[in-house]
T-cell receptor
Framework: EPEVTQTPSHQVTQMGQEVILRCVPI?????FYWYRQILGQKVEFLVS????????KSEIFDDQFSVERPDGSNFTLKIRSTKLEDSAMYFC?????????????FGQGTRLTVV | AQSVTQLDSHVSVSEGTPVLLRCNYS??????LFWYVQHPNKGLQLLLK??????LVKGINGFEAEFKKSETSFHLTKPSAHMSDAAEYFC?????????????FGKGTHLIIQP
């Protein structure tokens, strides 16, 4: 069964360092997303991406964040200068189309710890 | 604005007994509703979804949920719990913003199965 894969599963980084979280969406999907979950809090939307550009982003997704689809298979989230409050589980998701009832397929997450 | 409330952060049941995970939502639009499950070190897996068709929705692994508009509820049930059901369960609403960027998550319910 096709699945979304994320690497690494865990990442520890020092405050102020840049991190890149990687995702391989399902191959025939066209819409890509990043969500995050701070420990003890809800899963929150960060950004959606379609046709090589951001289609929507939340207020969390400030200038420190960027996304990229560098090739035909990878979808990355970059945090330029990490802060302690960026520590969270980051989920990548993809969907075949954009519609109210679209099922999003999620990866297993990357746990980012900023120290 | 939309929101999702999962009324229980933890639910503990004995193996073989019924499971009830409660979810209430609010949405300005006709929502689509989802239940996702997350097993340890795994991604978010779709259990079932409601998309304005039948109000009683059957999902994988014997789970089902009933959409009750008058009560704004979408509770998840299973007649007989199995040890493998132990996981984190998320109720999710898509308010119709287009694709999965409209997803609003509940805080999650941790289901514990006692032998």
């Amino acid at each position: 069964e096709p699945e979304v894969t994320q690497t690494p599963s865990h990442q520890v980084t020092q405050m102020g360092q840049e991190v890149i979280l990687r995702c391989v969406p399902i191959s025939n999907h066209l819409y890509f997303y990043w969500y995050r979950q701070i420990l003890g809090q809800k899963v929150e939307f960060l950004v959606s991406f379609y046709n090589n550009e951001i289609s929507e982003k939340s207020e969390i997704f400030d200038d420190q964040f960027s996304v990229e689809r560098p090739d035909g298979s990878n979808f990355t989230l970059k945090i330029r200068s990490t802060k302690l409050e960026d520590s969270a589980m980051y989920f990548c998701a993809s969907s075949e189309r954009s519609a109210t009832n679209t099922e999003a397929f999620f990866g297993q997450g990357t746990r980012l710890t900023v120290v | 604005a939309q929101s999702v409330t999962q009324l229980d952060s933890h639910v503990s049941v004995s193996e073989g007994t019924p499971v009830l995970l409660r979810c209430n939502y609010s949405s300005s639009y006709s929502p689509s509703l989802f239940w996702y499950v997350q097993h340890p070190n795994k991604g978010l897996q779709l259990l079932l979804k409601y998309t304005s068709a039948a109000t009683l929705v059957k999902g994988i692994n014997g789970f089902e949920a009933e959409f009750k508009k008058s009560e704004t509820s979408f509770h998840l049930t299973k007649p007989s719990a199995h040890m493998s059901d132990a996981a984190e369960y998320f109720c999710v609403v898509n308010h119709g913003g287009g694709g999965a960027d409209g997803l609003t998550f509940g805080k999650g319910t941790h289901l514990i199965i006692q032998p």
